[in-house]
């Protein structure tokens, strides 16, 4: 297949594209960047180290495996990019990653959240504007996140419910309730996704993933230059990839608040596989399908527990630090989200295990003179102070 993945120099595009490309689909990835350049703006950079470019991520990736990955440096947002992107490489299939990823820099201020939702916004519009008129058959696998539900006193259902009132039933989308400027532009794209499909009979799949977390692929192994991205500060790392990185320097891990906001979780190598699955089994013309992309769910307390428990394993003396909450969430609630519809496809999980977290000290303990630890406490709070 013709294999489109927007955001392809990210945490988790650079593994797709390898993965795409060893087998045997044609793959081509587009990135202006962004996260690399508000790396160097905070003074933060991932803990392993990653060549400086595209092009040079796909001349080690040619050299290591024999096969070819079209690169293209630019921007979404900028409407004749996505179409010159869409309608020259005429996809079968688009994943599109690159946005903004994260909760705690769009809540920073103003600017910070604007540029959020527009980066996001905008560049999922230019590409549904795109594929509608030059590639109306190809599939879209959109990344959305579990955090567009929030968390609700109820089961969340895969996207749709059926709702009772007044007598009338009707299958509708599953009430969002998103919980950072971030999550709410993926609500935005959700809806403007829906729509397209709908009104313009395009096919879509939306995966509400969850928090993911690792450092390794089956192709990230085959060769250092490939390694992807591994961030561990307060902005852009994520709970189990932070928690690990303070586990081996000796850094008390940092729970926010009393440690119960529960959230699915998954492995980078389940996140790739879900994709695949998505791209090779694609929704209908007109179809706008919805999937929770995790594989199981944890406390915030209880996965420091699990670190704390394979850095003892490990011979290291882990704290657990619980620190006033930054964000603004519940920290006690109910959450029971299906995540079924990848499981039918033929997900097999791997699940998270002190052996697979004592796996990653070990790859981290190689780096940990990397680590910018001024740059682990959390600095902005989502409730200016009164
Ligand atoms: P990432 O920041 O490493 O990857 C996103 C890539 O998109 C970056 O390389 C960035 O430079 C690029 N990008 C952003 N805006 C762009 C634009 N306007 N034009 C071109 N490129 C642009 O983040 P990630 O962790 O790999 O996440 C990938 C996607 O998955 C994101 O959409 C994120 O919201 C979603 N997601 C991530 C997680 C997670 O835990 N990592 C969980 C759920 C959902
Ligand atoms: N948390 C801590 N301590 C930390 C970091 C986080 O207790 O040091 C807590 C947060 O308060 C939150 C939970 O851990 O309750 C998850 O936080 P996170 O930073 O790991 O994840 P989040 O902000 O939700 O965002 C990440 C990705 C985002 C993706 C989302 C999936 O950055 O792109 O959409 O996970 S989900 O959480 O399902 O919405």
Redesign the pocket.
């Known amino acids: 297949m013709r294999i489109l993945i927007l955001g392809g120099d990210g945490y988790l595009g650079w593994p797709t594209a390898m993965r795409f490309s060893q087998r045997g689909h044609d793959v081509h990835v587009v990135d202006n960047y962004l996260r690399r350049r508000a790396h160097a703006e905070a003074g933060t950079d991932s803990l392993m180290p990653i060549l400086p470019d595209l092009p040079a991520r796909a001349a080690a990736w040619h050299e290591v495996s024999g096969r070819e990955v079209g690169v293209t440096e630019g921007d979404l947002t900028d409407p004749q990019l996505a179409q010159d992107v869409i309608g020259g490489f005429r996809p079968d299939a688009i994943v599109h990653y690159g946005?903004m990823?994260?909760?705690?820099y769009s809540m920073k201020d103003r600017d910070h959240a604007v540029f959020t939702q527009t980066n996001n916004v905008v560049g999922t519009l230019n590409v549904l504007w795109a594929m509608r008129d030059l590639t109306p058959d190809c599939h879209l696998v959109k990344?959305?996140?579990?955090?567009?539900?929030g968390t609700p006193d109820i089961d969340i259902e895969e996207g749709f419910l059926e709702i009772v009132h007044n007598g009338r039933s009707d299958y509708l989308p599953f009430p969002k309730v998103?919980?950072?400027m971030?999550?709410l532009s993926?609500v935005h794209d959700s809806h403007n996704i829906h729509f397209a499909c709908r009104v313009w009979g395009l096919r879509a799949t939306d995966l509400?993933?969850?928090?993911?977390y690792g450092i390794q692929t089956d192709e990230t192994r085959l060769d250092d230059r490939l390694a992807t991205r591994f961030d561990y500060d307060?902005v852009?790392?994520?709970?189990?990839?932070?928690?690990c990185v303070?586990a081996v320097i000796g850094h008390p891990?940092?729970?926010?608040?009393t440690?119960g906001?529960?959230?699915?979780?998954l492995n980078i190598v389940d996140t790739l596989r879900c994709i695949e699955l998505a791209v090779l089994h694609p929704a209908d013309p007109g179809e706008f399908r919805v999937f929770n992309q995790?594989t199981e769910s944890f406390s915030?307390?209880e996965?420091?527990e699990i670190v704390q428990k394979a850095g003892v394993q490990a011979g290291l003396d882990v704290g657990i630090q619980p620190?006033d909450?930054?964000?603004v969430?519940a920290?006690v609630h109910y959450y029971n989200p299906a995540h079924t519809k990848l499981l039918d496809l033929g997900l097999r999980p791997h699940l998270l295990s002190t052996e697979l977290v004592g796996s990653m000290l070990s790859v981290i303990e190689r780096f940990r003179d990397r680590v910018i630890t001024e740059h682990?406490d959390?600095r902005d709070r989502w409730r200016p102070a009164t």
Not at 101 to 104: H, W
Not at 236 to 243: E, M, S, W
Not at 253 to 257: E, H, I, P, Q
């Open positions: 946005e990823p994260s909760a705690p990344l959305g996140t579990m955090g567009e539900y998103p919980g950072s971030y999550h993926k509400n993933q969850g928090v993911v307060d852009f790392g994520t709970a189990l990839n932070r928690f303070q891990l940092t729970v926010y608040g440690g906001q529960t959230r699915g979780y995790f915030v307390m996965l420091a620190l909450n930054p964000r969430e920290e682990i959390p």
